[in-house]
């Protein structure tokens, strides 16, 4: 049963602390997506990765937020230092781009609180 | 910049009752447009429409796409409590960009 796995499901920390979240896209995908979502804003796109290539950042604040993906079978995102505006569910997605068309399959996402 | 709007955001209707969702989007060099309904948690996918005019169909859900108009349409027929969700819509461009709407929030009420 093919999934993207994000772990941990639910983190909890204080302002200044750094969060690191995982993803483990599906195997054989190769586009990842880093999505956040909030009750006001829906959920925007932060990042994405083809064959673990960034290939747009642009929805990230730069200052304290990192995407990366150091292998094919894991993507992270990480905030340093934590704020509570960034209290959200962060999202992964994987996908198969073939030729021009991409679907996307959802991790089970990562509820972020920051006190 | 790209845009996906969304409408209505919020509708409430009774079991058995048809709606009709609407996604309209501005994206550039546009590829494909996907459908997702989104209960408790993640998000999960319903369709995706790479030509205009054709329906995809799955159960009482069906959905069509007007390129030329830059809209699509998500349509549920004889509606039931677990249709209720967030309905979104993602257009996504030749490089494979997915960026979401506001989403529809649907209630069915028995």
Known sequence: DARVTQTPRDKVTEMGQEVTMRCQPILGHNTVFWYRQTMMQGLELLAYFRNRAPLDDSGMPKDRFSAEMPDATLATLKIQPSEPRDSAVYFCASGLKEGSYTEAFFGQGTRLTVV | ?110
């Open chain 2, 1 to 110: 910049e790209d845009k996906v709007v969304q409408s209505p955001l919020s509708l409430v209707v009774h079991e058995g009752d048809t709606v009709t969702l609407n996604c309209s989007y501005e994206v550039t060099n546009f590829r494909s447009l996907l459908w997702y309904k989104q209960e408790k948690k993640a998000p999960t996918f319903l369709f995706m429409l790479t030509s205009s005019g054709i329906e995809k169909k799955s159960g009482r859900l069906s959905s069509i796409l007007d390129k030329k108009e830059l809209f699509s349409i998500l349509n549920i027929t004889a509606t039931q409590t677990g249709d209720s969700a967030i309905y979104l819509c993602a257009p996504t461009s030749n490089t494979g960009k997915l960026i979401f709407g506001q989403g529809t929030t649907l209630q069915v009420k028995p």
